[in-house]
């Protein structure tokens, strides 16, 4: 058999249900891997999810969840490891402590092949896509500049009771107090917000930290919903597709220092906008695409920016006020295309929406538009593969497929599709 129970797994739980309990151990063969993280397992016929394991790998894991249908484990004992595994370089990466890193146990190769099979089978079962199909696209996800510690330019750090800064358990509330996270950028290591520097946070809930490309570090601290600077610039200067920003420390910006020049590129090398053509930047930001945009199709062209959150929207219009083919639509992108507050035709559309994805909605009506391609930034392959089979539904393909490891040590993968009509 695949699976052998260890002596303490009971086949049926004392109340007469069946399957396995929360606590419960079990030795199990772990299969493919997963979303979120994890590798799947089965058990007597029973789905298991299991965190720190990798596949082909033997192991003692430990139920720390019970769903209708299936569970979650994390491995608590590597009986025969895979190849591919390493010691996590952070001594809070492991069963019960910080969720924050899901892959630190896997040597940084295979953390690639790893988010490339889950990208594949997201494709093939909610997109629609087969085995020839995610072949002929070439899916695999690459790896940006620098390594995989150190990289992370915004990291926000929960406060436990006691005041001490901490990140959360897997799928917790629970705070783990930590003396150093190492996959924040050094500037954010270096500054004394944790225990191990004898800060304590006793009236904050939060406390956040964000290290610009400008070079601006930033310490901001929040209870109940308000926040107050503690340290650093209340705006910082980020620096990409050829400009500088500056934006409030809590507007969004990609939080891997390489991540905008990729995703920029990856943009326009997918659509090739030139010189008059119209451009829409949907979930725009603060206008890092619509900028890119701007600088391809020229003065003769025009490039709409639709933004909801009000900080992206102030600070779109700051940064690009000098860029006069830039119009900023402050609405939802859904009420924008709905109500006709930006209309056709459009030639290039740039969709970068939230992890939910941009739903069928927007999908129709950006198709309706009549744009000869629409460059898709995602950062949750489901998502987008569930929005790629509203495309194809409606006659268009997935030309072409860019995947970037943005984070490293994590499950989370950037996509960059490239959508055309047939």
């Given at each position: 058999m695949n699976e052998m129970t260890l002596p303490v797994q009971q086949s049926e739980a004392a109340d007469g249900r069946s399957g396995l309990t929360e606590a419960e151990q079990v030795e199990l063969t772990v299969a493919a891997v997963a979303p979120g993280g994890h590798c799947v397992a089965r058990v007597n016929g029973q789905v298991v999810f299991v965190r720190h394991a990798l596949p082909g790998e033997r192991v003692v894991a430990e139920v720390t969840e019970v769903h209708r249908g299936f569970v979650r484990a994390d491995a608590v004992r590597v009986l025969e490891p895979s190849a591919d595994r390493v010691e996590p370089p952070c001594p809070y990466a492991?069963?019960?402590?910080?969720?924050?890193?899901?892959?630190?146990?896997?040597?940084?190769?295979?953390?690639?092949?790893?988010?490339?099979?889950?990208?594949r089978e997201q494709l093939i079962r909610l997109g629609g896509l087969d085995e020839a199909g995610c072949d002929a696209l070439d899916v695999r996800v690459e790896a940006l500049p620098g390594g995989p510690l150190g990289w992370r330019s915004r990291v926000r750090y929960a406060v436990d009771a006691a005041g001490r800064a901490g990140l959360l358990k897997h799928r917790s509330h629970e705070v783990v107090p930590v003396d150093r996270c190492l996959i924040a950028h050094p500037a954010i290591q270096d500054r004394p917000v944790l225990t191990s520097s004898g800060t304590r946070w006793p009236d904050d809930d939060a406390?956040?930290?964000?290290a610009s490309t400008g070079g601006d570090v930033t310490v901001t601290a929040s209870t109940a919903g308000r926040t107050r600077r503690v340290s650093g610039p209340e705006r910082v200067r980020e620096r990409a597709a050829g400009r500088d920003w500056l934006l409030p420390a809590s507007s969004f910006w990609q939080v891997h220092p390489a991540a905008a020049d990729t995703l920029v590129a990856a943009v326009l090398e997918l659509t090739g906008p030139g010189p008059g053509e119209r451009a829409w930047d949907l979930y725009g930001g603060a206008g890092l695409f619509a900028a890119a945009l701007a600088e391809r199709v020229g003065e003769s062209g025009r490039v709409t920016l639709v933004e909801a959150a009000g900080d992206g929207v102030a600070a779109a219009r700051e940064n690009l006020r000098d860029v006069a083919q830039v119009e900023v639509v402050a609405a939802r992108v859904e009420t924008a295309l709905a109500r006709r507050r930006i209309t056709g035709p459009v030639d290039v559309v740039v969709l970068d929406p939230p992890r939910s994805g941009a739903g069928a909605r927007v999908v129709r009506d950006v198709v309706a538009a009549g744009p000869r391609?629409?460059?898709?930034?995602?950062?949750?392959p489901a998502a987008f593969a569930r929005d790629l089979r509203v495309f194809t539904d409606l006659g268009w393909r997935l030309a072409a497929l860019r995947g970037y490891d943005l984070f490293p040590m994590t499950q989370h993968v950037e996509l960059v599709g490239l959508l055309l009509p047939t």
């Open positions: 492991r069963p019960g402590r910080c969720g924050g890193c899901d892959l630190q146990h896997v040597a940084v190769p295979a953390q690639l092949r790893w988010k490339t099979d889950v990208v406390v956040e930290v964000v391609a629409v460059a898709y930034v995602a950062c949750d």
